[in-house]
Every structure is written in C-alpha cells, then in structure tokens.
C-alpha cells in the first residue's frame, strides 16, 4: 500500500514539473517573439542608420526582451510596463551596438 502511494506522488510531481517547464518554455517562446518586435521598434526609434544586421537586431531584441521582463518581474510591475522596459533595454543596447561598429565606407 505505502509504495503505491509513493508511486502516485511521483507522478504527481512529474505532472506537477512538466506543467512548469511547460509554463516556463511559453514564457520564453512569447518573450522572444515579442523581442523580435522590440528589437525592430528599437532600430525604428533611434535616428540615423544603425550599422548592425538584422539577425544582430534579434537577437538584441529577444534579449533585451527577456531581460526587461526580468528586471519588470522583480519590480513587479504590468504587462505594459514590461513591454516598455524591454524596449528601453534594447533601444540602449542597440544604441550602443551600434556605436561600437565601425562605419561601413
């Protein structure tokens, strides 16, 4: 009797685990599809041309997206105010991405 309830709390806890890698996983998946969109507004709202690739931008995007809700989840603030963090995170790091490149002659 005592191993089959072990038994049934091991699969309880796998269930439970996987609903949360799961959780996790989407979470990611969305901030990094949102980042993508963050990475395009950042490059739209700086002036002049940036002298990075698009798959530089991405990636700056997707990371500055998954940072700014890092940094917005701890604060605690709204789904719209993340939005607006990441966007100041990857206006920033385009910001400076873009500087440190040298001008393409």
């Not at 002298?51 to 700056?60: C, D, H, K």
């Amino acid at each position: 009797m005592i191993v089959l309830v072990w038994i049934a709390l091991a699969v309880l806890a796998v269930f439970v685990v996987g609903w949360l890698v799961v959780g996790l996983a989407f979470k990611l998946l969305w901030w990094a599809l949102v980042g993508l969109a963050i990475g395009a507004l950042a490059r739209a709202v700086l002036p002049g041309r940036q002298e990075i690739g698009l798959f530089e931008t991405a990636l700056v995007g997707i990371g500055s997206a998954l940072l700014g809700g890092l940094i917005a989840h701890i604060v605690g603030v709204g789904a719209l105010l993340q939005f607006l963090i990441a966007l100041v995170v990857a206006i920033v790091i385009v910001a400076a991405v873009a500087t440190t490149r040298p001008r393409r002659g």
